[in-house]
């Protein structure tokens, strides 16, 4: 299993099918679960991917309609039944607190997990980091749907990576390595080195998550750069007044938004319940931005790692 990846748990929108159930994504990173928009169904589609609800340690949703929340009372039971231990996140629009209220209390049981509440409250068009964890940051950003909605960019911090050359000219070996590394610098016999003089910048991996919204410029912001994103395309351009009205965004739209951040690799998801097939979507995403998966339950795609030159670079 890839350290760092996304698990469709479903791929669907309004009215789940007999094929895709509602909406909900799971990111593994590393020793991290950030559960995204767990519609109607989420508990089961976790058991049939099989992933522990224990492995969840934050969630995000990014509105309230149906499809991105109804998931979350059996979630957060599950999580109190398995005795879960750790602290879990829940990231949300401030303007639906009356909703987590109501769905974190939707039936009786007996709650022994701790939910930490995150609620969210951006200007029009703003983006900002909302936590920081261990090794990335969890951003946030205002989109253009129908009600309040977020979207959200996983990010992990900028590093540096050693140069092989450069490292044996500046006669830097063996236990020295780790010293630069730890120290920032380090003494040799022929005087001190930099770690800036024998590594290069490491770009951070970045996943973002656009989920119901028109094409805005906070979707790109919120995309600029990702090695994955994950964006919704619930209409084909041919019904794109339909997209329009009800602020959502076609398989092109999200092609465009990949193209224009400078996007890595696209993943489409939370398709309409109309269309019998994704193959129309594939088609439409791929003539404007190539490396595309449209997205089926249960499918895992790995986070693909920044390219980075110099193959025989190490990472610190």
Known sequence: MSSRELIALGTSSQVPTRERSHNAYLVRWEGSGILFDPGEGAQRQMTLAGVPAGVVDAICISHFHGDHCLGLPGIVQRLSLES?????HLF???????????????????????????PIALRPGETAEVWRTGGWALLAGELDHSVPTLGFRIE??????????????????GPMVGEIARRGRVRTPRGTVRIEEVSAPRPGNVFAFVMDTRPCRVALELARGADLLLMEATFLSADGELAARYGHATAADAARTARDAGAGQLALGHFSQRYPDTRAHLEEARNVFPNVTALADLERVPIPRPVRAGGGAKSI
């Open 84 to 88: 879960c231990r750790h602290p879990v």
């Open 92 to 118: 949300y629009p401030e303007s639906g607190q009356a909703y987590v209220d109501a769905l974190c209390r939707a039936a009786i049981y007996k709650s022994s997990v701790e939910l930490v509440p995150h």
């Open 156 to 173: 992990e911090p900028e590093g540096r990576r050693f140069l092989p050359e450069r490292l044996a000219a500046a006669g830097v070996s």
